[in-house]
T-cell receptor, first 116, second 113 residues
């Protein structure tokens, strides 16, 4: 149980375009979903926390107008990187916790974004 | 600034040996402690979690927590080459943090055949 699906796994786009990443909890309803970014040889950095039906809470230094998060249902959250630039190239990972144990986060497989 | 500190390594151990990974945290309000394993190019995978002081064992893995010293460790017995990965220590951000995790920078483990 507690499977999180993330799609796509890899995306290459031109500078200036927008990219949408989906995160789904397949066999549970997620209380909260989290979005992380990881640069090579670095740890995970939390970008934002998302609850169904409410606005996402962004971490300090993360541009909310650039990284749009929509949490439309208890099983789906999306991250849209708007007007992507090469410096946005990174590994983006979502996670979700369950109603029964809000401490444990289950991670999606991640999306590797390359902006040319 | 709430921090989680790990030795970045690399930590190299021979196959069959015990690998010891350490982590310290700064927020005394932290309640839950996690170890994730991350293979290169992949997302983190939960290995262990621990809430109370003492040891918690699961197969070849033992997590140890000492809240007074703000220290958590992971022991891997009978290390295998397949254990070679980066191990991330993560700590919840204290009370009313909504389940947010604070990650350490990770320790790279290399198990040599």
């Amino acid at each position: 149980g507690a499977v999180v699906s993330q799609h796509p796994s890899w995306v290459i786009c031109k500078s200036g375009t927008s990219v949408k990443i989906e995160c789904r909890s397949l066999d549970f309803q997620a209380t909260t979903m989290f979005w992380y970014r990881q640069f090579p040889k670095q740890s995970l950095m939390l970008m934002a926390t998302s609850n169904e039906g409410s606005k996402a809470t962004y971490e300090q230094g993360v541009e909310k107008d650039k990284f749009l998060i929509n949490h439309a249902s208890l099983t789906l959250s999306t991250l849209t990187v708007t007007s992507a630039h090469p410096e946005d190239s990174s590994f983006y990972i979502c996670s979700a916790n369950t109603r029964t144990n809000r401490d444990i986060q289950y991670f999606g497989a991640g999306t590797r974004l390359s902006v040319l | 600034q709430k921090e989680v500190e790990q030795n970045s390594g690399p930590l190299s151990v021979p196959e069959g040996a015990i690998a010891s990974l350490n982590c310290t945290y700064s927020d005394r309000g932290s309640q839950s402690f996690f170890w994730y394993r991350q293979y290169s190019g992949k997302s983190p995978e939960l290995i262990m979690f621990i809430y109370s002081n003492g040891d918690k064992e699961d197969g070849r893995f033992t997590a140890q927590l000492n809240k007074a010293s703000q220290y958590v460790s992971l022991l891997i017995r009978d290390s295998q080459p397949s254990d070679s990965a980066t191990y991330l220590c993560a700590v919840t951000g204290g009370y009313n943090q909504g389940g947010k995790l604070i990650f350490g920078q990770g320790t790279e483990l290399s198990v040599k055949p």
